[in-house]
């Protein structure tokens, strides 16, 4: 039989609190037993001195003890005096405000306790009282003339419970018993609804969980605390939250991925059924536009294994101490022609005699530097300007591209470095690429340490700053 938690709960309470009560239990009914014996004693030693006092004026009145072996009674009736003398003082001390008991003896009846004195001679011969009984005495001499008569001696208290003492401690047993009982069922009425509570939060986490396991990530729990298990819910939340994110982003990445493969396979099939149907005559044009189409798919899938490869962190550097001046320039080389197809002025902000000695992989800084170049060829309007930057800052190398118009809404600047993200206003498939290429930059960035933000550019284009650590201090 499968127990739940809410039940297990409700057990451990309850035998906790079970087991606490049964100690307590233990220690009342031995404090009870102990201190009872003890009040027991600590007043039948006040009828010992009184009644020692009585035996030592018989003895000297009479010369001998004959008196009291052939008439025991008269012991019973000194004691019974001693008690009642005794009694007299205990009440005369609770009128002082001291806290004092009447005794614990009935008064003289047919139905007498067993007396707790032994009386012996000198020679420790038993007068009144069981011999069986004087190992556990405690003897006081009696003395006469200067001389010990005889002794008396004082039972342990457990030899002389009459029927009221045993009724008393009776009672006190029966009454902690019912009073340990009664605690015990409170525990279990309300350790259920105790146990409920705690665990609710719990089943609420195994329940959230279960829905998440199962891909539902809109999934969230109440928080019902603020302490450790409200702590455990919030942070359930956030991870649902964001495994919900990211799923979102999965889907929506597996579906722009489709329409960017979708687009230039499109008009790759259009063409080769145009020219298969005889629609379109083969010729260097046809075969150019081809082989464009291709190009552009080929930079679309290379763009994306580069991505995934620096996703997984199996894209490889090779670091070592490179000059970024000098790969700043041998990246900008390359595209002189373009730029000038375009009308586009480059210029160079370079302190001359500059030492940026950075530790990097040089391929990948060329990539880097390569797909900025390209983002502003692609999307600067043609006359414009690119301008390049580099400088110092808190021992940082600082690398701005910023070029002219168009430029990018505030709120999107953020969005430039996500996977297939464009700017409607100012990027379009006829001219731009897949929207990876700044995606493949920052990831390139964040491997070397260093940061990649977007800001809106005072030559009304955009502002793209690179920091990458120095090694050693740049100058």
Not at 19 to 27: G, K, Q, S
Not at 314 to 324: A, M, P, S
């Amino acid at each position: 039989m499968k127990i739940g938690i809410t039940h297990r709960m409700f057990l451990s309470i309850l035998a906790a609190t079970s087991l606490a009560l049964l100690c307590m239990f233990i220690i009342m009914q031995w404090s009870i037993n102990r201190e009872f014996l003890q009040y027991l004693n600590s007043f039948e030693q006040g009828r010992l001195e009184l009644l020692a006092g009585k035996l030592e004026q018989a003895y000297a009145e009479n010369g001998s003890w004959d008196f009291l072996r052939e008439n025991p009674r008269l012991f019973y009736i000194m004691a019974e005096q001693s008690g009642d003398a005794a009694t007299a003082e205990r009440q005369k001390d609770l009128n002082q405000g001291i806290d004092a008991s009447p005794s614990p003896f009935p008064p003289p009846g047919p139905h007498r306790p067993r007396l707790p004195f032994i009386v012996t001679d000198a020679d420790r011969n038993p007068i009144v009282g069981n011999p069986a009984d004087a190992e556990e005495a405690n003897f006081r001499p009696i003395v006469h003339g200067g001389k010990t008569v005889g002794y008396i001696g004082l039972m342990s208290p457990k030899h002389f419970l009459g029927p009221l003492q045993q009724e008393f401690l009776k009672r006190q047993k029966s009454a902690l018993i019912l009073s340990v009982i009664g605690m015990i069922l409170v525990a279990a009425i309300l350790s259920l609804p105790l146990s409920s509570r705690m665990v609710r939060p719990i089943k609420a986490m195994a329940s959230g969980t279960h829905d998440l396991a199962s891909g539902r990530y809109s999934v969230r729990v109440p928080v019902y605390s603020s302490d450790e298990l409200g702590q455990l819910a919030r942070d359930f939340n956030t991870m649902a939250l964001t495994l919900e994110k990211n799923e979102n982003a999965r889907r929506q990445w597996v579906a722009d991925i489709s329409h960017e493969l979708r687009t230039p396979l499109s008009v790759l099939l259009g063409e080769i059924e145009a020219l298969l149907e005889g629609i379109r005559n083969t010729t260097p044009e046809s075969i150019r536009s081809l082989h464009a189409e291709a190009l552009r798919l080929h930079r679309l899938v290379d763009d994306l294994y580069q991505l995934s490869l620096s996703d997984l962190g199996t894209l490889t550097y090779r670091k070592e101490d490179i000059d970024l001046v000098e790969v700043l320039d041998n990246s900008i080389e390359p595209y002189f022609e373009d730029l000038a197809r375009k009308h586009i002025s480059l210029t160079k902000d370079i302190p001359p005699g500059s030492n940026f000695i950075v530790f990097a992989d040089e391929e990948r800084m060329y990539q880097l530097f390569a797909n900025l170049i390209d983002n502003s060829l692609k999307y600067t309007d043609t006359g414009g300007e690119l301008v390049m930057r580099l400088t110092c800052r808190n021992n940082q190398a600082v690398i701005d591209f910023e070029d002219t118009a168009p430029g990018v809404p505030a709120e999107e600047l953020d969005k430039l470095f996500d996977r297939l993200y464009r700017v409607e206003a100012s990027r379009s498939r006829a001219t731009g690429g897949a929207g990876l290429g700044l995606a493949i930059c920052r990831n390139i960035v964040e491997a070397h340490a260093g940061t990649i933000f977007a800001h809106p550019s005072l030559l009304g284009g955009v502002l793209i700053r690179v920091t990458i650590p120095v090694a050693g201090v740049c100058s």
